[in-house]
Protein backbone atom coordinates (compact mmCIF):
# COMPACT_ATOMS: atom_id res chain seq x y z
CA UNK A 1 0.00 0.00 0.00
CA UNK A 2 0.97 3.58 -0.62
CA UNK A 3 -0.02 5.79 2.54
CA UNK A 4 0.80 9.82 3.49
CA UNK A 5 0.64 10.43 7.54
CA UNK A 6 -0.02 14.16 8.11
CA UNK A 7 1.71 14.89 11.57
CA UNK A 8 3.96 12.14 11.20
CA UNK A 9 6.25 13.43 13.98
CA UNK A 10 4.13 12.52 17.09
CA UNK A 11 4.62 9.92 18.76
CA UNK A 12 1.28 7.81 18.10
CA UNK A 13 1.46 8.58 14.14
CA UNK A 14 5.37 8.43 14.06
CA UNK A 15 4.61 5.02 15.28
CA UNK A 16 2.24 3.77 12.97
CA UNK A 17 4.23 5.07 10.08
CA UNK A 18 7.28 3.29 11.17
CA UNK A 19 5.76 0.33 11.85
CA UNK A 20 4.01 -0.41 8.49
CA UNK A 21 6.94 1.15 6.56
CA UNK A 22 8.64 -1.83 8.47
CA UNK A 23 5.94 -4.44 7.04
CA UNK A 24 6.60 -3.40 3.21
CA UNK A 25 4.50 -0.28 2.54
CA UNK A 26 5.59 2.90 1.04
CA UNK A 27 4.76 5.76 3.43
CA UNK A 28 5.38 9.42 2.97
CA UNK A 29 4.36 12.22 5.36
CA UNK A 30 4.90 15.30 6.51
CA UNK A 31 4.81 17.81 10.30
CA UNK A 32 5.06 21.55 11.02
CA UNK A 33 7.46 20.48 13.61
CA UNK A 34 9.65 19.15 10.54
CA UNK A 35 8.86 22.00 8.68
CA UNK A 36 10.57 23.98 11.63
CA UNK A 37 13.44 21.81 12.16
CA UNK A 38 14.82 20.13 9.39
CA UNK A 39 17.07 17.90 11.21
CA UNK A 40 15.14 16.71 13.87
CA UNK A 41 15.90 13.54 15.16
CA UNK A 42 12.34 11.65 15.02
CA UNK A 43 12.89 12.91 11.22
CA UNK A 44 15.84 11.52 10.34
CA UNK A 45 15.10 7.99 11.96
CA UNK A 46 11.36 8.11 9.91
CA UNK A 47 13.99 8.69 6.85
CA UNK A 48 16.57 6.05 7.96
CA UNK A 49 13.25 3.81 7.68
CA UNK A 50 12.99 4.64 3.39
CA UNK A 51 9.93 7.05 4.35
CA UNK A 52 9.68 10.34 2.78
CA UNK A 53 8.84 13.58 4.48
CA UNK A 54 6.92 16.80 2.53
CA UNK A 55 6.76 19.84 3.78
CA UNK A 56 3.30 20.40 5.77
CA UNK A 57 2.02 22.59 2.58
CA UNK A 58 -0.11 19.99 0.51
CA UNK A 59 2.89 19.26 -2.01
CA UNK A 60 3.56 15.63 -0.60
CA UNK A 61 0.06 14.18 -1.46
CA UNK A 62 -1.08 13.21 -4.73
CA UNK A 63 -3.61 10.67 -6.29
CA UNK A 64 -1.77 7.39 -6.21
CA UNK A 65 -1.93 7.33 -2.30
CA UNK A 66 -4.12 4.67 -1.08
CA UNK A 67 -5.48 7.40 2.10
CA UNK A 68 -3.94 9.54 4.10
CA UNK A 69 -3.79 9.23 7.99
CA UNK A 70 -3.76 12.72 9.86
CA UNK A 71 -2.94 13.24 13.48
CA UNK A 72 -5.92 14.09 15.28
CA UNK A 73 -4.11 17.55 15.81
CA UNK A 74 -4.23 18.08 12.36
CA UNK A 75 -7.24 21.06 11.73
CA UNK A 76 -9.34 20.12 8.58
CA UNK A 77 -8.32 23.23 7.80
CA UNK A 78 -4.28 21.86 7.22
CA UNK A 79 -3.09 22.37 3.68
CA UNK A 80 -2.60 18.27 3.42
CA UNK A 81 -6.04 17.76 4.76
CA UNK A 82 -7.39 20.09 1.99
CA UNK A 83 -5.43 18.89 -0.60
CA UNK A 84 -6.12 14.96 0.15
CA UNK A 85 -10.07 16.11 0.33
CA UNK A 86 -9.95 17.81 -2.50
CA UNK A 87 -8.25 14.54 -4.25
CA UNK A 88 -10.80 12.32 -2.94
CA UNK A 89 -8.73 10.36 -1.42
CA UNK A 90 -10.04 8.46 1.72
CA UNK A 91 -9.16 9.72 5.29
CA UNK A 92 -8.71 8.25 7.95
CA UNK A 93 -7.26 9.66 12.03
CA UNK A 94 -5.15 8.04 13.63
CA UNK A 95 -6.91 6.50 15.91
CA UNK A 96 -9.78 5.56 13.22
CA UNK A 97 -6.21 3.36 11.41
CA UNK A 98 -5.11 1.93 14.50
CA UNK A 99 -8.47 0.38 15.00
CA UNK A 100 -8.05 -0.90 11.81
CA UNK A 101 -4.99 -2.43 12.11
CA UNK A 102 -5.68 -4.27 15.66
CA UNK A 103 -8.99 -5.84 13.91
CA UNK A 104 -6.05 -7.47 12.12
CA UNK A 105 -4.20 -9.00 14.72
CA UNK A 106 -4.59 -10.78 18.22
CA UNK A 107 -4.38 -7.90 20.02
CA UNK A 108 -3.36 -7.03 23.51
CA UNK A 109 -4.64 -3.33 24.01
CA UNK A 110 -3.40 -1.25 27.30
CA UNK A 111 -5.29 1.29 28.58
CA UNK A 112 -4.93 3.32 31.64
CA UNK A 113 -4.98 6.90 32.13
CA UNK A 114 -0.80 6.45 33.75
CA UNK A 115 1.76 4.07 32.69
CA UNK A 116 0.43 2.72 29.66
CA UNK A 117 3.67 3.78 28.06
CA UNK A 118 5.99 1.65 29.82
CA UNK A 119 3.68 -1.20 30.51
CA UNK A 120 3.38 -1.88 26.81
CA UNK A 121 6.90 -1.67 26.16
CA UNK A 122 7.71 -3.61 28.83
CA UNK A 123 5.32 -6.35 27.46
CA UNK A 124 6.43 -6.13 24.17
CA UNK A 125 10.07 -6.63 25.58
CA UNK A 126 9.40 -9.98 27.74
CA UNK A 127 7.49 -11.35 24.95
CA UNK A 128 9.96 -10.55 22.49
CA UNK A 129 12.83 -12.22 24.47
CA UNK A 130 10.12 -15.06 25.71
CA UNK A 131 10.60 -16.01 21.84
CA UNK A 132 7.04 -14.76 21.66
CA UNK A 133 7.72 -12.01 19.09
CA UNK A 134 5.30 -9.53 19.31
CA UNK A 135 4.37 -6.79 16.81
CA UNK A 136 4.17 -3.46 19.27
CA UNK A 137 2.64 0.28 18.46
CA UNK A 138 3.40 2.78 21.29
CA UNK A 139 3.44 5.89 22.54
CA UNK A 140 6.39 6.01 24.03
CA UNK A 141 10.17 4.84 22.75
CA UNK A 142 11.37 1.79 24.53
CA UNK A 143 15.11 2.13 24.87
CA UNK A 144 15.87 -1.43 23.94
CA UNK A 145 14.06 -0.82 20.92
CA UNK A 146 15.95 1.87 19.29
CA UNK A 147 17.59 1.86 16.65
CA UNK A 148 18.81 4.37 13.43
CA UNK A 149 16.00 3.47 12.62
CA UNK A 150 13.61 2.92 14.90
CA UNK A 151 12.73 5.70 17.89
CA UNK A 152 11.70 2.71 19.72
CA UNK A 153 7.71 3.48 19.59
CA UNK A 154 7.21 0.33 17.73
CA UNK A 155 8.34 -3.24 16.66
CA UNK A 156 7.38 -5.43 13.77
CA UNK A 157 7.88 -9.59 15.17
CA UNK A 158 7.02 -12.57 13.29
CA UNK A 159 3.49 -13.33 14.95
CA UNK A 160 0.14 -12.03 14.83
CA UNK A 161 0.26 -11.05 18.07
CA UNK A 162 0.18 -6.97 18.46
CA UNK A 163 0.18 -5.02 21.44
CA UNK A 164 -0.94 -1.56 21.54
CA UNK A 165 -1.09 1.24 23.37
CA UNK A 166 -4.78 2.19 23.95
CA UNK A 167 -5.20 6.36 24.37
CA UNK A 168 -8.42 7.15 25.57
CA UNK A 169 -8.07 11.01 24.44
CA UNK A 170 -10.09 11.02 21.29
CA UNK A 171 -12.60 8.61 22.45
CA UNK A 172 -12.04 6.16 19.83
CA UNK A 173 -10.71 3.89 22.21
CA UNK A 174 -14.30 2.36 22.23
CA UNK A 175 -13.99 1.14 18.63
CA UNK A 176 -11.11 -1.42 19.64
CA UNK A 177 -12.09 -5.45 19.53
CA UNK A 178 -8.50 -6.76 20.98
CA UNK A 179 -8.29 -10.20 21.96
CA UNK A 180 -7.00 -9.14 25.75
CA UNK A 181 -7.13 -5.63 27.35
CA UNK A 182 -5.03 -4.49 30.20
CA UNK A 183 -6.63 -1.72 32.46
CA UNK A 184 -4.23 0.04 34.88
CA UNK A 185 -5.80 2.73 36.37
CA UNK A 186 -8.53 5.63 36.34
CA UNK A 187 -8.02 8.99 36.83
CA UNK A 188 -8.45 12.84 35.82
CA UNK A 189 -6.56 13.21 32.36
CA UNK A 190 -8.07 14.05 28.95
CA UNK A 191 -11.63 13.58 30.11
CA UNK A 192 -13.40 13.28 33.66
CA UNK A 193 -13.53 10.27 35.29
CA UNK A 194 -17.14 9.43 34.58
CA UNK A 195 -16.42 9.80 31.48
CA UNK A 196 -13.06 7.39 30.83
CA UNK A 197 -15.35 5.15 33.04
CA UNK A 198 -17.61 4.47 30.37
CA UNK A 199 -14.93 3.90 27.80
CA UNK A 200 -13.02 1.69 29.96
CA UNK A 201 -16.32 -0.11 29.98
CA UNK A 202 -16.49 -0.22 26.51
CA UNK A 203 -13.60 -1.66 25.68
CA UNK A 204 -13.96 -4.37 28.11
CA UNK A 205 -16.89 -5.46 26.23
CA UNK A 206 -16.00 -5.56 23.11
CA UNK A 207 -12.46 -7.67 24.21
CA UNK A 208 -12.97 -11.39 23.55
CA UNK A 209 -10.79 -12.73 26.59
CA UNK A 210 -10.22 -11.71 29.66
CA UNK A 211 -9.09 -8.22 30.64
CA UNK A 212 -6.32 -7.68 33.32
CA UNK A 213 -6.96 -5.13 36.06
CA UNK A 214 -6.05 -3.35 39.06
CA UNK A 215 -7.78 -4.14 42.36
CA UNK A 216 -6.06 -1.44 43.87
CA UNK A 217 -7.51 1.33 41.79
CA UNK A 218 -11.04 2.86 43.62
CA UNK A 219 -12.48 4.30 40.50
CA UNK A 220 -11.74 1.13 38.44
CA UNK A 221 -13.57 -0.70 40.65
CA UNK A 222 -16.78 1.02 40.74
CA UNK A 223 -16.74 0.23 36.32
CA UNK A 224 -17.83 -3.15 35.61
CA UNK A 225 -15.37 -5.17 33.86
CA UNK A 226 -16.19 -8.30 32.14
CA UNK A 227 -14.08 -10.74 32.27
CA UNK A 228 -11.41 -9.22 34.89
CA UNK A 229 -8.22 -10.91 36.11
CA UNK A 230 -7.10 -8.64 38.68
CA UNK A 231 -3.34 -8.09 39.68
CA UNK A 232 -2.76 -5.96 43.11
CA UNK A 233 -0.47 -4.46 45.73
CA UNK A 234 -2.73 -3.53 48.62
CA UNK A 235 -5.93 -6.08 48.16
CA UNK A 236 -5.82 -9.56 47.82
CA UNK A 237 -6.03 -10.46 44.06
CA UNK A 238 -4.76 -13.37 41.66
CA UNK A 239 -1.40 -11.85 41.44
CA UNK A 240 -0.65 -9.56 44.55
CA UNK A 241 2.89 -8.23 44.95
CA UNK A 242 3.99 -9.59 48.09
CA UNK A 243 7.55 -8.92 49.84
CA UNK A 244 8.15 -5.86 48.38
CA UNK A 245 11.12 -3.84 49.10
CA UNK A 246 11.60 -0.39 47.64
CA UNK A 247 14.98 0.60 46.48
CA UNK A 248 16.09 4.26 45.12
CA UNK A 249 15.73 3.08 41.79
CA UNK A 250 14.99 -0.42 41.64
CA UNK A 251 12.57 -2.86 43.36
CA UNK A 252 12.10 -6.35 44.34
CA UNK A 253 9.18 -8.86 44.76
CA UNK A 254 7.35 -11.25 44.81
CA UNK A 255 4.26 -12.68 42.86
CA UNK A 256 3.02 -16.76 44.03
CA UNK A 257 6.25 -17.24 45.63
CA UNK A 258 8.19 -16.55 42.70
CA UNK A 259 11.17 -13.95 43.20
CA UNK A 260 11.36 -10.36 40.83
CA UNK A 261 13.82 -7.65 40.66
CA UNK A 262 12.55 -4.92 38.28
CA UNK A 263 15.12 -2.17 37.41
CA UNK A 264 12.38 0.68 37.90
CA UNK A 265 11.18 2.59 40.80
CA UNK A 266 8.58 3.27 42.79
CA UNK A 267 5.11 1.50 43.65
CA UNK A 268 3.83 2.95 40.16
CA UNK A 269 6.38 1.02 37.83
CA UNK A 270 5.44 -1.97 40.37
CA UNK A 271 1.61 -2.00 38.92
CA UNK A 272 3.32 -2.01 35.85
CA UNK A 273 5.07 -4.81 36.16
CA UNK A 274 2.57 -6.70 37.71
CA UNK A 275 0.58 -5.97 34.80
CA UNK A 276 2.91 -8.03 32.37
CA UNK A 277 3.71 -10.66 34.93
CA UNK A 278 -0.46 -11.54 35.36
CA UNK A 279 -0.73 -11.43 31.78
CA UNK A 280 2.04 -13.91 30.75
CA UNK A 281 1.64 -16.07 33.46
CA UNK A 282 -1.80 -16.42 32.45
CA UNK A 283 -0.59 -17.16 28.80
CA UNK A 284 1.29 -19.88 30.47
CA UNK A 285 4.94 -17.83 30.50
CA UNK A 286 6.90 -20.09 33.26
CA UNK A 287 7.57 -17.42 36.51
CA UNK A 288 10.80 -18.67 36.50
CA UNK A 289 11.77 -17.23 32.31
CA UNK A 290 9.85 -13.94 33.31
CA UNK A 291 11.73 -13.42 36.66
CA UNK A 292 15.19 -13.92 34.54
CA UNK A 293 14.62 -11.39 32.18
CA UNK A 294 12.06 -8.62 33.77
CA UNK A 295 15.39 -6.86 35.40
CA UNK A 296 16.53 -6.39 31.71
CA UNK A 297 14.07 -4.14 31.15
CA UNK A 298 15.81 -0.47 31.08
CA UNK A 299 12.44 1.22 30.79
CA UNK A 300 10.81 4.27 28.40
CA UNK A 301 12.54 7.45 27.59
CA UNK A 302 11.80 10.14 29.60
CA UNK A 303 10.30 8.05 31.85
CA UNK A 304 12.69 8.60 35.13
CA UNK A 305 15.60 9.33 32.90
CA UNK A 306 18.42 9.87 35.21
CA UNK A 307 20.34 12.29 33.67
CA UNK A 308 23.13 12.88 36.62
CA UNK A 309 23.72 11.07 39.60
CA UNK A 310 26.84 11.37 41.40
CA UNK A 311 26.36 11.02 45.12
CA UNK A 312 26.10 14.80 45.15
CA UNK A 313 23.93 16.08 42.20
CA UNK A 314 20.40 14.49 40.74
CA UNK A 315 18.63 15.25 37.60
CA UNK A 316 16.23 12.94 36.37
CA UNK A 317 13.80 13.85 32.83
CA UNK A 318 10.20 12.30 32.71
CA UNK A 319 7.27 12.56 31.05
CA UNK A 320 4.51 12.75 33.85
CA UNK A 321 2.03 15.43 33.02
CA UNK A 322 -1.52 14.61 34.44
CA UNK A 323 -1.86 14.84 38.41
CA UNK A 324 -1.67 10.85 39.19
CA UNK A 325 1.50 10.88 37.16
CA UNK A 326 2.81 13.78 39.02
CA UNK A 327 1.78 11.97 42.27
CA UNK A 328 3.12 8.87 41.77
CA UNK A 329 6.78 10.34 40.42
CA UNK A 330 7.00 12.57 43.26
CA UNK A 331 6.36 9.78 45.53
CA UNK A 332 9.32 7.76 44.04
CA UNK A 333 11.40 11.02 44.16
CA UNK A 334 10.61 11.77 47.59
CA UNK A 335 12.26 8.61 48.93
CA UNK A 336 15.81 9.61 47.18
CA UNK A 337 16.28 13.20 48.00
CA UNK A 338 15.13 15.21 50.88
CA UNK A 339 14.58 18.75 49.10
CA UNK A 340 13.87 18.88 45.21
CA UNK A 341 13.23 21.29 42.83
CA UNK A 342 10.68 20.67 40.27
CA UNK A 343 10.81 21.82 37.31
CA UNK A 344 7.48 21.78 35.38
CA UNK A 345 5.98 22.76 31.85
CA UNK A 346 1.99 22.10 31.44
CA UNK A 347 1.44 21.04 27.91
CA UNK A 348 -1.52 22.41 25.75
CA UNK A 349 -3.97 24.86 26.83
CA UNK A 350 -7.01 22.54 27.09
CA UNK A 351 -5.53 20.15 29.03
CA UNK A 352 -4.02 22.57 31.17
CA UNK A 353 -7.96 24.24 31.60
CA UNK A 354 -8.96 21.13 32.61
CA UNK A 355 -6.57 20.13 34.84
CA UNK A 356 -5.46 23.06 36.56
CA UNK A 357 -7.42 22.23 40.01
CA UNK A 358 -5.54 19.08 39.83
CA UNK A 359 -1.89 20.14 39.20
CA UNK A 360 -2.41 22.69 42.20
CA UNK A 361 -3.98 20.16 44.12
CA UNK A 362 -0.85 17.52 43.81
CA UNK A 363 1.95 20.31 44.15
CA UNK A 364 0.19 21.57 47.27
CA UNK A 365 -0.05 17.95 48.86
CA UNK A 366 3.28 16.58 47.70
CA UNK A 367 5.86 19.11 48.06
CA UNK A 368 7.49 19.50 51.29
CA UNK A 369 8.79 22.46 53.35
CA UNK A 370 12.28 22.36 51.15
CA UNK A 371 11.12 21.44 47.94
CA UNK A 372 10.44 24.36 44.94
CA UNK A 373 8.56 24.57 41.89
CA UNK A 374 9.41 25.86 39.01
CA UNK A 375 6.53 26.72 36.32
CA UNK A 376 7.86 26.99 32.41
CA UNK A 377 5.32 28.84 29.92
CA UNK A 378 2.47 25.72 28.75
CA UNK A 379 3.98 24.46 25.90
CA UNK A 380 1.98 25.64 22.64
CA UNK A 381 2.67 22.81 19.43
CA UNK A 382 0.17 25.07 17.02
CA UNK A 383 -3.38 24.83 16.72
CA UNK A 384 -6.67 26.71 17.59
CA UNK A 385 -6.79 26.90 21.00
CA UNK A 386 -7.54 29.21 23.34
CA UNK A 387 -5.09 30.66 25.04
CA UNK A 388 -6.76 32.05 28.25
CA UNK A 389 -4.56 30.23 30.60
CA UNK A 390 -1.24 30.53 31.90
CA UNK A 391 1.39 28.93 34.24
CA UNK A 392 0.91 31.92 36.50
CA UNK A 393 -2.63 30.77 37.40
CA UNK A 394 -1.30 27.13 38.50
CA UNK A 395 1.43 28.89 40.17
CA UNK A 396 -0.98 31.63 42.76
CA UNK A 397 -2.99 28.35 43.34
CA UNK A 398 0.03 26.05 44.32
CA UNK A 399 1.35 29.82 46.18
CA UNK A 400 -1.80 29.71 48.19
CA UNK A 401 -1.34 26.70 50.05
CA UNK A 402 1.97 28.14 51.46
CA UNK A 403 4.87 26.17 48.95
CA UNK A 404 7.55 27.34 47.24
CA UNK A 405 6.79 27.98 44.03
CA UNK A 406 7.99 30.89 40.98
CA UNK A 407 6.84 31.18 37.24
CA UNK A 408 9.96 31.29 34.50
CA UNK A 409 9.87 32.44 31.09
CA UNK A 410 13.29 31.96 29.98
CA UNK A 411 15.09 28.78 30.64
CA UNK A 412 18.60 30.58 30.57
CA UNK A 413 17.06 32.31 33.81
CA UNK A 414 16.43 28.64 35.07
CA UNK A 415 19.77 27.20 34.60
CA UNK A 416 21.33 30.53 36.13
CA UNK A 417 19.48 29.12 39.41
CA UNK A 418 21.73 25.79 39.08
CA UNK A 419 23.46 24.89 41.99
CA UNK A 420 20.63 25.74 44.54
CA UNK A 421 19.31 22.73 44.81
CA UNK A 422 20.70 19.14 44.85
CA UNK A 423 18.23 17.68 43.05
CA UNK A 424 16.45 18.41 39.80
CA UNK A 425 13.63 17.12 38.38
CA UNK A 426 12.35 18.07 35.12
CA UNK A 427 8.71 16.90 33.71
CA UNK A 428 6.36 17.75 31.39
CA UNK A 429 4.87 15.77 27.76
CA UNK A 430 5.24 15.87 24.51
CA UNK A 431 8.39 18.54 23.87
CA UNK A 432 11.23 16.37 23.10
CA UNK A 433 13.48 19.70 24.17
CA UNK A 434 12.69 18.98 27.91
CA UNK A 435 15.15 15.99 27.45
CA UNK A 436 18.21 18.28 26.58
CA UNK A 437 17.22 20.69 28.93
CA UNK A 438 17.37 18.24 31.39
CA UNK A 439 20.92 17.70 30.48
CA UNK A 440 21.61 20.82 29.89
CA UNK A 441 20.63 21.33 34.03
CA UNK A 442 23.38 18.33 34.58
CA UNK A 443 26.22 19.98 32.56
CA UNK A 444 25.56 23.04 34.77
CA UNK A 445 25.90 21.67 38.27
CA UNK A 446 28.98 22.09 39.51
Not at 141 to 157: A, H, I
Not at 319 to 336: D, F, G, Q, R, T
Request: aromatic share 10%.
Amino acid sequence: MKIFFSGIGGSGVSAIAGFMAAKGHFIAGSDRLFDLSTTHPIRKRLEENGIIIFPQNGDGINGSFDFAVFSTSVEKSNPDFRKAEMLGIPLKTRPEYLAEIVSEHNTIAVAGTSGKSTTSGMLAFLMQRLGMPPNFIGGGRVKQFRTLRNSGNYFSGSSDTLIIEACESDGTIIHYKPAYSIILNLDLDHHPVEQTARMFEQLSDNTSKPVFVCADDNNLASCAIRNACCFSIHKESEYQAKSIVYYPFRTAFKVNGQEFKLSLPGEYNLYNALACISFLLELGAPAKDIARILPEFSGIERRFDIHRNDGRYLVIDDYAHNPHKIHSLMEAVKKISDKVCYIFQPHGYGPTRLMKDGYIRTFAENMREADHLILLPIYYAGGTAARDISSRDIAEGVAASGRSVEVIDDRADVLKKAGWWDSYVVLGARDDTLSDFAEQIAGTLS
